[in-house]
């Protein structure tokens, strides 16, 4: 058993996320997410760049985590942390991360959990109302919301949570007044309550770190028991040359020695295209 049935665990956060994680930790681990928001997380980084994210992703979770853990009493926390940037593959699209970190600070346990997929990140420098009306439609306005400012991406002078057409075209109009060149940067807003898109990937990230918890260790029944590692060589169905595709993955253990190594389940053969020999 992982452990966590009926506990309660802190989730500190400032923008909804407790919507979607809390039922369903709640249900998958018979504990009880506690929101906790006595603290503007704000403070530890913004998606509009006024204020910068220090370290990584992990890092900034786990001191949202602890802060949580602090500001409820409790030994248990949970806090999420997103990123975009450019897609994996071909670096053309946006690609949205994000973790959720749970830390256990009596059993000295961290078990992270994460999805990822293309998310709803778009902006544009205009002086043109019919253009932010084009890209307004194209940023999934308004279930999306936006954010505006004046002159260019980094002026101070932002309004966030943009939510119908009307408060755009007075925020448009009154952000261009204050604009020096007559322009206005729009992009939309990425805080999780603001942004639907990511507001769903971080359910499919709180989805995986209940997978984790429930896996445990053969040994010593550890909670996340996960794959580490992928080990390629899934051979050719062709020629029978090993490839670049994964045939196995190394699980493991944070607490205790342990480690698995399991076939990863499917086909046993990888295509001729995959392999070197074959299509060099």
Same mark, same amino acid.
């Given at each position: 058993?992982?452990?966590?049935?009926? +506990?309660?665990?802190?989730?500190l956060t400032r923008h909804g996320k407790e919507q979607v994680v =809390?039922?369903?930790?709640?249900?998958?681990? *018979?504990?009880?997410?506690?929101?906790?928001?006595?603290?503007? !997380?704000?403070?530890?980084?913004?998606?509009? +760049? #006024?204020?910068?994210?220090?370290?990584?992703?992990?890092?900034?979770?786990?001191?949202?985590?602890?802060?949580?853990?602090?500001?409820? *009493?409790?030994?248990?926390?949970?806090?999420?942390?997103?990123?975009?940037?450019?897609?994996?593959?071909?670096?053309?699209?946006?690609?949205?991360?994000?973790? @959720?970190? @749970?830390? #256990?600070?009596?059993?000295?346990?961290?078990?992270?959990?994460?999805?990822?997929?293309?998310?709803?990140?778009?902006?544009?420098?205009?002086?043109?109302? #019919?253009?932010?009306?084009?890209?307004?439609?194209?940023?999934?306005?308004?279930? &999306? &919301?936006?954010?505006?400012?004046?002159?260019?991406?980094? #002026?101070?002078?932002?309004?966030?949570?943009?939510?119908?057409?009307?408060?755009?075209?007075?925020?448009?109009?009154?952000?261009?007044? @204050?604009?020096?060149?007559?322009?206005?940067?729009?992009?939309?807003?990425?805080?999780?309550?603001?942004?639907?898109?990511?507001? &769903? !990937?971080?359910? @499919?990230?709180?989805?995986?770190?209940?997978? +984790?918890?429930?896996?445990?260790?053969?040994?010593? %029944?550890?909670?996340?028991?996960?794959?580490v590692e992928a080990i390629a060589g899934l051979p050719c169905r062709?020629?029978?040359?090993?490839?670049?595709?994964?045939?196995?993955?190394?699980?493991?253990?944070?607490?205790?020695?342990?480690?698995?190594? +399991?076939?990863?389940?499917?086909?046993?053969? %990888?295509?001729?295209? =995959?392999?070197?020999?074959?299509?060099?």
């Amino acid at each position: 058993m992982h452990g966590f049935l009926t +506990r309660e665990i802190a989730f500190l956060t400032r923008h909804g996320k407790e919507q979607v994680v =809390s039922p369903l930790l709640n249900q998958a681990l *018979g504990c009880s997410v506690v929101h906790v928001d006595g603290f503007d !997380t704000d403070l530890l980084g913004t998606f509009t +760049r #006024d204020v910068q994210r220090p370290g990584s992703q992990l890092e900034a979770a786990r001191r949202k985590a602890l802060k949580g853990m602090e500001l409820a *009493g409790l030994s248990i926390g949970l806090a999420s942390e997103g990123s975009f940037g450019p897609d994996p593959v071909t670096g053309m699209f946006v690609w949205n991360v994000e973790l @959720l970190l @749970l830390i #256990d600070a009596e059993r000295q346990l961290e078990i992270a959990g994460m999805a990822q997929q293309p998310g709803r990140s778009e902006h544009i420098l205009t002086a043109s109302w #019919d253009s932010v009306q084009h890209f307004a439609i194209r940023a999934g306005f308004p279930d &999306h &919301h936006l954010v505006v400012r004046p002159e260019h991406q980094d #002026d101070p002078r932002l309004v966030k949570g943009i939510a119908n057409w009307e408060a755009l075209e007075q925020v448009f109009a009154h952000a261009q007044s @204050l604009s020096a060149n007559g322009e206005v940067f729009l992009e939309n807003d990425l805080r999780a309550h603001t942004n639907p898109t990511r507001m &769903h !990937t971080i359910r @499919l990230a709180a989805e995986n770190l209940a997978a +984790r918890i429930q896996s445990t260790c053969p040994n010593c %029944a550890m909670p996340g028991f996960w794959g580490v590692e992928a080990i390629a060589g899934l051979p050719c169905r062709a020629c029978g040359a090993p490839t670049h595709k994964t045939k196995a993955v190394k699980w493991a253990c944070q607490k205790c020695a342990l480690t698995e190594t +399991r076939a990863v389940p499917g086909d046993a053969f %990888a295509g001729s295209e =995959s392999c070197d020999l074959c299509n060099p």
